[in-house]
């Protein structure tokens, strides 16, 4: 009796969880999370640029308040993606590495294998408290997202053209600014420019060869010229100790996980390897930092091929389990937007007569959809790129 209980009780657990599932991957929920991250970031970026008299009285005052206000959306990100969707991140490499991530200024290396990268990025920076103070190297396209453009514009993140003689010199102006920050940073750049494709990769393996470079497996050619820039200052600026390559993989044999899945609260599974580097052993010219960003990629090659063979990568796997702290802090940040951008449309929704609801309700419907169609349509465009 005592175990045909605990069977059926085993049997209402997993028909809950079941029937949870399927509750999430309702559209609706999709939906409310577009326009929650959208308006809150429209709300944010508004009110940075209204900040901005604080700038001429101190740059530093309006970075700090300004890093923070940014983080209540990014923290969206990250709450969706490790709680609604449940997203489990399976680490690897030395524990030196890991402990080090997140407490000093460093340049931080990835691959772009798919449409989850960012928000595996994002929840490495919630882990390890970065969120607020990690900066990256974007597409200009980026910069016209609503919003999520304007909030990466107030954190003076340089926007790239692929034109390598404009974005030199965005790339320096934006190391110059970093040399007044008041606070570690963390510098990443997806060093491949875009993200991984078949056809991308056959026009890498034709440069390759017309350039007699070993040709790499499993990444697009690294953009060497543009990591070359940004790694001398990191190297010449005595704030900046250490290099980060930081290895994504998506499970093997299943289709690859999208951004609407996350937002339909579906479980996902993503393979990180992390390596430190001192960057006092990084080459100091710029020529010798190009040759030295296509090793880096030969042993990311490496390290890939090794999770292919293996499941797994290289390394001592490492606990990535979230303080409590952290969590809660998380939730309290998608609560409070929650309450305060749904409770309008939800008080409309009680008090207004119905003939008005029957054109506000489909309205108010199809411009949240079109917001989660151009979300999720935008994670997933395919930019063209150079090879190098």
């Not at 206000?69 to 490499?93: D, N, P, R, S």
């Not at 990444?219 to 820039?229: D, Q």
């Amino acid at each position: 009796t005592h175990i045909a209980c605990r069977y059926c009780s085993a049997r209402t657990r997993l028909s809950k969880m079941g029937l949870l599932r399927k509750i999430k991957q309702l559209p609706l929920f999709a939906m409310v999370f577009t326009y929650v991250f959208l308006a809150s970031a429209l709300i944010i970026s508004t009110l940075c640029v209204l900040l901005v008299v604080i700038w001429p009285v101190s740059k530093n005052l309006y970075r700090r308040i300004s890093s923070w206000l940014v983080y209540t959306v990014f923290a969206q990100f990250a709450w969706v993606t490790i709680e609604w969707a449940g997203m489990k991140l399976h680490a690897f490499g030395e524990k030196e590495a890991y402990d080090h991530l997140g407490r000093e200024s460093c340049l931080v290396i990835l691959n772009h294998r798919g449409e989850l990268d960012w928000l595996a990025g994002f929840t490495i920076a919630a882990r390890y408290n970065f969120m607020h103070t990690m900066r990256a190297l974007a597409k200009r396209s980026v910069l016209y997202v609503p919003g999520f453009g304007q909030l990466l514009w107030v954190l003076e993140f340089p926007f790239l053209s692929r034109n390598f003689a404009k974005d030199e010199v965005m790339i320096k102006r934006a190391s110059e600014e970093y040399k007044e920050y008041p606070f570690p940073i963390q510098i990443c750049i997806f060093c491949e420019g875009t993200r991984f494709t078949e056809a991308k990769y056959e026009r890498g393996v034709q440069y390759a060869k017309e350039k007699g470079l070993k040709e790499l497996k499993h990444h697009l050619i690294p953009r060497t010229k543009g990591f070359a820039i940004i790694a001398q200052y990191c190297k010449l600026n005595a704030h900046f100790p250490a290099l980060y390559d930081l290895e994504f993989a998506y499970p093997r044999g299943v289709k690859q996980p999208n951004v609407l899945d996350i937002l339909m609260g579906k479980q996902v599974d993503m393979y990180v390897h992390l390596k430190r580097f001192p960057m006092d052993e990084l080459p100091a010219t710029q020529e010798e930092l190009n040759t030295y960003c296509y090793k880096l990629f030969e042993q990311k090659d490496e390290a890939y091929e090794h999770y292919l063979q293996n499941g797994k990568f290289p390394g001592p796997a490492q606990p990535f389990a979230f303080p409590a702290t952290t969590l809660w802090f998380l939730r309290l940040i998608m609560f409070g937007w929650g309450l305060l951008l749904l409770t309008p449309p939800l008080y409309l929704l009680v008090t207004l007569p119905w003939a008005i609801l029957a054109v506000v309700i489909p309205t108010i419907s199809g411009v949240c959809l079109l917001m989660m169609l151009g979300f999720v349509w935008f994670s997933h465009v395919d930019v063209k790129a150079k090879t190098r």
